[in-house]
């Protein structure tokens, strides 16, 4: 595999550049008064790479999906890439997860019927690119995560690693700052699950940010930086 | 619940969405489509069925009425026939011995003849058939001129000429011909207690059915041989097209001028005119019915998006992540439904105009498929996807994005 091509996100904290991902006394309340999360505060900069680890139930994907704007926090304030998504329009919450978030989810999400390269073009979609564009720069991405010979198979032709691989091509091929991903190795095999582990490495090495929730120790014990969430508070590995 | 607005940051202002080109629009939106085919060609097969039935009643009845335009302009509608009334006491009122001659003075007359029945005159195959098996065959005794005042056209033979109007000669009417059982001139029949030979036989008249199935004898013949009065009963005549209702107002008066209330006028070409339009009428019930059909058929749409959306909460979940919008998210399904519903217009269309075409082709009419119709039948079939597709669009717009990742 080759290493990040040039125009990935700039490596390493600038001193004066703000925290791609900043969370202040977040509280989340599920409807029905479920109290998930407890005035959750941290930050995560350009260029980590953390893990988010704990219980089944503690509130981390609650967390994610907070992070990823697909849910809006009861209260606190939660900024990515700089901007308080409290004070953003649903359309410019659409425009911020196609410009600066990715999503890698245990279930994959591939479209059944559709080409590995189709189903990683479908990353662009919403960017506006031009469909030529968007295939071109979907091949080049399955040939980085090494499905370069898996371009025109489709997602039931795909072995579970080679599927989770794909949904990562798709989740960076528009080359967004922060990547997040819900136990992405939760649906496969040690060995597949490190390929995917090691794969999250070398973007992170190109200039993304990850997040990754895992359950498994020895793979968050690897990591940089870990979250540990706990009864909806964290822990753990609070402000570096 | 408290949420500071915080300060805008500065980029806000950029994060505007990108709208879908009309290409990707349409691909994104046949999605569901490519990947359920059967599910899509059953939902589409109820909107063709409703399209299809609509269609073909519309060009049936184009073709129809086309068919009978033609037929009517072939046959002219400037015919207008005399025939006796009732007197005041309810009599019949015979017309004048030389009522045709009278007519023919009218300026804007072009020609007329008369017929006049002979009502004890009986018609037999041969001589040793008994009586009361007549074929309900009438004889006439006819002017002449009377083809080329109704328009009349031989099947076979020649019509009667100057000297076989004084002598024992017939020509046939289509029906009559064929009850008698006649196809060819030369045979000889048993009318009114002697041998007539049949020197023609005429096509179908479609002004004037009753020669259809008539006898027709010369003039003289049947006064020579069957003690005709020569009072005609009824007289046809052809005015130029635009006299033809001035000529109708003093036609009764030319007739009989003392009791002009005593004559009937009528033009042949509206009782056809208006036994066109009863058929027609017929039309309008079957569109109903296909209308019916095409709602029947928007009911299935519907509940296809319906279950499209339920099924599909992860995908709208995962391009929601990928930065849809709930508009993008609603066009979709819309999209989805108009074009599911219009594959439905576009295959009973289709389906319609070739069922119609056939059974214009099996009538020998003209193949009429009025665009319009095609065009209207697809529109309205766009329409009703459109209208199935709006509610299952909203919920599927309006699902929280994590909801739909989080599965049912
Ligand atoms: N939509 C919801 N409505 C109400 N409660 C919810 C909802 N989603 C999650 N919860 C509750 O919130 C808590 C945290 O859930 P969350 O999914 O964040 O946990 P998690 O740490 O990701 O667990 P796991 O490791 O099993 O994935 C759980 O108790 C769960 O029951
Ligand atoms: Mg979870």
Redesign the pocket.
């Known amino acids: 595999m080759t290493p990040a091509p040039a125009g990935a996100a700039p490596t390493g904290p600038a001193p004066t550049e703000p925290a791609l991902v900043e969370l202040e006394d977040v509280d989340h309340v599920?409807?029905?008064g479920?109290r998930?999360l407890h005035q959750v505060s941290f930050r995560v900069d350009r260029g980590e790479l953390l893990a988010v680890v704990?219980?089944?139930?503690?509130?981390?994907?609650?967390?994610l999906?907070l992070i990823g704007t697909l849910d809006v926090a009861t209260s606190g304030t939660v900024r990515i890439d700089g901007h308080d998504i409290a004070g953003l329009t649903e359309n410019r919450l659409s425009a911020l997860r196609a410009r600066s978030i990715g999503f890698v989810f245990q279930q994959f999400f591939l479209a059944d019927g559709v080409s590995a390269l189709d189903n990683v073009a479908d990353g662009l979609l919403y960017l506006g690119i031009p469909r030529k564009e968007r295939r071109a720069r979907a091949a080049r991405v399955l040939r980085r995560v090494g499905l370069g010979h898996r371009l025109d198979h489709r997602p039931h032709e795909l072995s579970g690693g080679e599927k989770q691989r794909v949904a990562i091509a798709r989740a960076v091929v528009g080359d967004p700052p922060l990547l997040l991903a819900?136990?992405p190795t939760g649906a496969l095999d040690t060995t597949s699950g490190a390929s995917v582990v090691e794969l999250l490495r070398e973007l992170n090495a190109a200039g993304t940010t990850v997040l990754v929730?895992t359950?498994d120790q020895e793979l968050a014990a690897a990591l940089p930086r870990r979250i540990r969430?706990r009864d909806?508070r964290i822990t753990e590995g609070v402000p570096r | 619940m408290s949420r500071r607005p915080g300060p805008r940051h500065l980029t806000a202002a950029r994060l505007a969405p990108r709208r879908l080109s009309l290409a990707d629009t349409l691909r994104v939106g046949s999605v569901g489509l490519r990947t359920r085919p059967a599910r899509v060609l059953l939902s589409a097969l109820g909107i063709a069925i409703g399209i299809a039935a609509m269609v073909a009643v519309v060009a049936v009845s184009a073709s129809s009425q086309a068919a009978f335009n033609a037929q009517l302009a072939s046959v002219g509608t400037n015919m207008l026939t005399v025939t006796p009334g009732r007197d005041f006491t309810g009599e019949p009122a015979p017309l004048p011995r030389n009522a045709a001659e009278m007519v023919r003075h009218i300026a804007p007359v072009e020609n007329a003849a008369a017929t006049g029945s002979l009502k004890d005159a009986k018609v037999y195959r041969n001589d040793h058939i008994p009586k009361a098996a007549s074929r309900g065959i009438g004889v006439l005794a006819a002017g002449l001129g009377l083809p080329r005042t109704v328009g009349l056209h031989m099947a076979a033979g020649a019509w009667l000429n100057g000297a076989q109007g004084r002598y024992p000669a017939v020509v046939l009417g289509t029906t009559a011909a064929e009850n008698l059982g006649i196809t060819t001139p030369g045979a000889q029949i048993w009318l009114g207690e002697r041998w007539f030979t049949v020197t023609g036989i005429l096509k179908k008249a479609p002004l004037a059915p009753e020669l259809d199935s008539a006898a027709l004898i010369g003039w003289d013949a049947a006064k020579t041989y069957l003690g005709f009065d020569g009072r005609p009963t009824m007289i046809y005549t052809r005015t130029a097209d635009s006299k033809v209702d001035q000529v109708r107002g003093v036609l009764a008066a030319t007739v009989n001028p003392e009791a002009p209330n005593e004559v009937t006028v009528s033009r042949p070409s509206d009782a056809l005119t208006a036994k066109q339009a009863a058929n027609q009428a017929f039309t309008s019930l079957l569109v109903g019915i296909g209308a019916i059909a095409l709602l029947v058929g928007g009911v299935g749409v519907a509940n296809t998006m319906v279950i499209a959306v339920l099924e599909r909460r992860g995908e709208i979940g995962l391009r929601r992540a990928l930065g849809a919008t709930r508009g993008q998210i609603r066009t979709q399904f819309l999209t989805e439904s108009v074009m599911l519903s219009a594959l439905g217009g576009i295959g009973g269309a289709a389906l319609g105009a070739g069922a119609s075409a056939g059974y214009a082709l099996s009538q020998n009419w003209q193949v009429v498929v009025p665009p319009w119709a095609l065009g209207v039948g697809v529109g309205a079939t766009m329409a009703i996807g459109a209208l199935a597709g709006l509610w299952p669009a909203v919920r599927a717009a309006r699902l929280a994005p994590?909801?739909a990742l989080?599965g049912p």
């Open positions: 599920y409807p029905g479920v998930v704990g219980p089944s139930g503690s509130g981390k994907s609650t967390l999906n819900d136990e929730i359950h969430v909806g | 994590r909801a989080s």
